[in-house]
């Protein structure tokens, strides 16, 4: 059995870095050539995330879909385990959103322009003028009505424990007054540990809070935002049991 697992978490990486291109390349025809809009592409997304996590012999579940109301768009904190909270989150969550992304990945070829295509969002992490520009936009866009996945801890973490949420995490939902809900995973740790390559077989469990209303917050309140969030995350982690792989 050992050995089954190890051959499938080999294979995972080379199945994984091709299916990336496809949907890439995928995108970019339906978007450039056919002219569909970014929200034609997200279906695609999902069944790439869904695909490698299957391949890579993981389940998940999703609690607490209900807390959302249909048709308002939201700010998803989640704390960061791994690398593997993105396709749990892209495959699994159930709700059309974008991703945030540092500028640098949409200068990669085939997936970068695939990424601006899809909708996706980037941030300059540098300091400065430019830095608040991005943000400025990013909150319009999702003022407008785009919902958006953030990672507060600003990092995975080492030992999957959760770390301190960031303020600055918190200016994107002040500035758009969007609605943050916070949002728990466990599992992707041991499925996925911070510097492996490859997964582990595993279970995931991703649950919803419920949803912080931002017209009490100002930009004053972004550290008391950020340890409410935090506080909301941590609690539902506590509560939660990620059943046992035989």
């Not at 890439?24 to 339906?30: D, E, G, Q, V």
């Not at 200016?171 to 949002?183: E, M």
């Not at 506080?231 to 509560?239: H, I, K, Q």
């Amino acid at each position: 059995m050992k050995l089954f697992h190890f051959l499938r978490a080999v294979f995972v990486v080379p199945y994984a870095l091709f299916l990336t291109l496809l949907i890439s390349l995928i995108t970019l025809f339906r978007t450039l050539v056919l002219r569909r809009s970014s929200e034609s592409v997200q279906g695609l997304a999902a069944w790439w995330a869904r695909s490698i996590a299957s391949a890579s012999g993981v389940s998940v579940s999703l609690e607490g879909r209900e807390v959302l109301e249909p048709g308002k768009p939201y700010i998803f904190a989640a704390n960061h385990q791994s690398q593997f909270d993105i396709l749990a989150l892209q495959g699994f969550l159930g709700v059309d959103f974008r991703w945030l992304a540092k500028k640098e990945l949409f200068q990669v070829p085939v997936w970068g322009p695939a990424m601006r295509r899809a909708g996706y969002i980037p941030i300059d992490r540098s300091h400065g003028r430019k830095a608040i520009e991005s943000l400025d936009e990013a909150a319009q866009k999702i003022a407008a009505g785009t919902s958006v996945i953030i990672f507060p801890e600003g990092t995975r973490s080492k030992d999957g424990s959760l770390q301190d949420f960031k303020a600055g995490a918190m200016v994107l939902a002040i500035k758009s007054g969007v609605d943050i809900v916070p949002v728990a995973i466990s599992g992707t740790h041991a499925i996925l540990p911070k510097g492996k390559l490859l997964v582990n077989p595993g279970k995931v469990l991703i649950r919803m809070g419920k949803p912080i209303e931002m017209k009490n917050y100002g930009a004053k309140d972004k550290h008391d935002l950020a340890k409410r969030v935090q506080v909301d995350v941590a609690e539902m982690l506590n509560s939660m049991t990620i059943p046992a792989e035989k």
